[in-house]
């Protein structure tokens, strides 16, 4: 594969992972860094991927830790694996948020599954709780509305990684602002 071929097909496996929810970039781990400093890790799932932007979008409660973290401080990295074959993409870059009053959340709420709704009509993620409740909620989805947020992760750089029995691959990108790519080369893995 050409380095124009690697660059490709990373970003064609995060789009496809979109549509499939068997693929294993279906669900990254996005990393940002709290208040102290210290470097904080969690599972999202993948709702959308622009190979042409190079953004991956992500949906997320506003009232959670990383939602406070990432006000604060954008810089973000997103890492994932992939078995088949065994890649690693490892992205970095900035992340922008939309809150429950902006255009773009109201967007991606309205694509929602209600089962998916139910999902911000909890209590603030973190929060101690008392008991869990009987029976799937009877509140309305507008009631989770309110602090319903959309991420746009948007990278500048992506590091490939592609685990091999002998020969190991790797190539770092490097993207501008408007996705476009400004540099490609093999490192040493
Ligand atoms: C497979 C998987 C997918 C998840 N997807 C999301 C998601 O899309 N958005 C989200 O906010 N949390 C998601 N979570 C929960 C987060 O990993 C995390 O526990 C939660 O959002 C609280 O994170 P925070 O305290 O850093 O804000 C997911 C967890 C798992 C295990």
Redesign the pocket.
Known sequence: MTLAEVDASAWAELEGATADPQSAFR?LNLCSVDAGGRP?A????LRRADAARRSLE????VR???WQEISANPSVAILGFGPQPRVQLRLQGSAELYGPASQRAAEAWSLLPPSTRRTYMGGP??DDIEEWPASEGTVADADGRAFFGVLIFRAETLDWFQLRHADNRRAVFAYDNLGALTSSRWVHP
Do not use: E, L
């Open positions: 669900y904080q969690r599972m999202v799932v992500i949906h997320t409660d959670s830790p990383k993620p973190g």
